[in-house]
């Protein structure tokens, strides 16, 4: 298989694939991954994925728990707080926590490759971060008074984005994400919060 990328050095890859096994799970003799398992839902995502753990791409005291998200914004109301979804638009659509920014992990990795070939501007990426129209946005806020949260299904993908604001906005006062993400909000804080 020859890839291309246009972002990469050398941009075209040779790969070679394996030889079909009797026991792979979509295409072997007794196939466990289906037509039929894929749209009904019932797969396993991790499963699928054929991964148990997550990504561990920040440091424990840059994680917090949903519970402990609710406590912080329960308990700093003056505090320039911003939860950011990393979510595609679509799931954002399905159900986000309110006063959440949706800004897909997709405008993140853009960033980086931006970053890396031209020394791009952050508030153009990601307009977001200093818009007066964000929730608890204080005109005269200073950048050390600012916490960011991220936020996802499964808090690996707003790990990645926490690391890339991080590397970014090194003056905020704290940029981490929810640990667990969207999952552990249902179970921890909103049992009816959607389950997709």
Request: with cysteine.
């Amino acid at each position: 298989m020859l890839l291309y990328s246009a972002q990469s050095n050398p941009r075209f890859r040779e790969l070679k694939l394996k030889g079909w096994r009797r026991s792979c799970p979509s295409c072997g003799i007794n196939p466990t991954i289906t037509a039929e398992s894929l749209s009904s839902g019932s797969l396993n995502y991790v499963d699928f994925c054929g991964r148990r753990d997550l990504t561990d791409v920040l440091r424990p005291g840059q994680r917090v728990t949903p519970t402990e998200f609710v406590e912080f914004r329960r308990t700093r109301p003056q505090c320039r707080c911003i939860l950011v979804d990393v979510r595609n638009k679509t799931e954002f659509e399905l159900g986000h926590i309110a006063g959440s920014t949706n800004a897909p992990i997709e405008d993140f990795m853009k960033l980086v490759v931006k970053d890396e070939h031209s020394g791009h501007n952050l508030g153009r990426a990601l307009p977001w971060i200093m818009s007066e129209d964000q929730p608890g946005h204080h005109a005269a806020i200073a950048p050390e008074e600012v916490y960011i949260f991220t936020i996802c299904r499964r808090s690996n993908d707003s790990q990645v984005a926490a690391k890339i604001l991080k590397d970014r906005l090194p003056n905020c006062k704290f940029i981490g994400d929810i640990k667990g993400g969207l999952e552990a909000w249902r179970k921890e804080v909103d049992p009816s919060f959607p389950d997709y």
